[in-house]
T-cell receptor, first 109, second 111 residues
Framework: AQRVTQPEKLLSVFKGAPVELKCNYSYSGSPELFWYVQYSRQRLQLLLRHISRESIKGFTADLNKGETSFHLKKPFAQEEDSAMYYCALGAEGTYKYIFGTGTRLKVLA | ETGVTQSPTHLIKTRGQQVTLRCSSQSGHNTVSWYQQALGQGPQFIFQYYREEENGRGNFPPRFSGLQFPNYSSELNVNALELDDSALYLC??????????FGPGTRLTVT
C-alpha cells in the first residue's frame, strides 16, 4: 500500500539550531516526493521536489530509496520557518498525491 | 497570472443535504485535483480531472462527484452529507506536471 509517514506531530527547535523533519514512505514503484509548507493563514505551497535537487529557503531533502525516506533538513533554523510541513508522494503515472499527516515546526527565539 | 481560487470560503450544511464547491484553476492549467483535509490530518486525494475527464479517484464513495468545465474551472459535489464530511476541501491545479498549486480551501461543516 502507498503510504507516507511523518512520525512527529510537533517539532520545536531553537533559532539557529539544525532542523530535520522526518518522512518515510511506502511505495512499490518509482516515487516522486515533495515537501509542501503551510505558513499561518496561507495556502499549501510547494517547498521542494526531489527531482529538482534544489535548496529552497535553505532547506534540502535527499531521497534515500534504501531507507525509503525523504527527510527535510536545514542547518540553521529561523523563526520564519515556523509552519506546518507536509511530505507528499506522487503516484507514478498519475498526479495523485498521498500526503503525510504533517509536522508542525516551531522555531523558538 | 491568477492563482487558484475557491468558493465559498465557509459553509454549514445539515446531514443529508447536498453541497457544491467550486474551484477556479490557475490560468493555463488543464488538471484539477480535489482533496479532503480533516482536522489534524494531511490532505486526502478525492479525485482528479484532466481536460474534463476523471483521471483517477481515491477511496471516496460515489456520492462524491465532480465536473471540470472547458475553461478548466471545477466543481466538487457531495450528496447525502454525513457528519464525517466536515472538513477543509482543497482543490489544486497543474499543467502536465506534478507541481500542484493549491487553493485556500472551503471549510465545510455538517451538523
Amino acid at each position: 500500500a502507498q503510504r507516507v509517514t511523518q512520525p512527529e506531530k510537533l517539532l520545536s527547535v531553537f533559532k539557529g539550531a539544525p532542523v530535520e523533519l522526518k518522512c518515510n514512505y511506502s511505495y512499490s514503484g518509482s516515487p516522486e516526493l515533495f515537501w509542501y509548507v503551510q505558513y499561518s493563514r496561507q495556502r499549501l505551497q510547494l517547498l521542494l521536489r526531489h527531482i529538482s535537487r534544489e535548496s529552497i529557503k535553505g532547506f534540502t531533502a535527499d531521497l534515500n530509496k534504501g531507507e525509503t525516506s525523504f527527510h527535510l533538513k536545514k542547518p540553521f533554523a529561523q523563526e520564519e520557518d515556523s509552519a506546518m510541513y507536509y511530505c507528499a508522494l506522487g503516484a507514478e503515472g498519475t498526479y495523485k498525491y498521498i500526503f503525510g499527516t504533517g509536522t508542525r515546526l516551531k522555531v523558538l527565539a | 497570472e491568477t492563482g487558484v481560487t475557491q468558493s465559498p470560503t465557509h459553509l454549514i450544511k445539515t446531514r443529508g443535504q447536498q453541497v457544491t464547491l467550486r474551484c477556479s484553476s490557475q490560468s493555463g492549467h488543464n488538471t484539477v485535483s480535489w482533496y479532503q483535509q480533516a482536522l489534524g490530518q494531511g490532505p486526502q486525494f478525492i479525485f482528479q480531472y484532466y481536460r474534463e475527464e476523471e483521471n483517477g479517484r481515491g477511496n471516496f464513495p460515489p456520492r462524491f462527484s465532480g465536473l471540470q468545465f472547458p475553461n478548466y474551472s471545477s466543481e466538487l459535489n457531495v450528496n447525502a452529507l454525513e457528519l464525517d464530511d466536515s472538513a477543509l476541501y482543497l482543490c489544486a491545479s497543474s499543467w502536465d506536471s506534478y507541481e500542484q498549486y493549491f487553493g485556500p480551501g472551503t471549510r465545510l461543516t455538517v451538523t
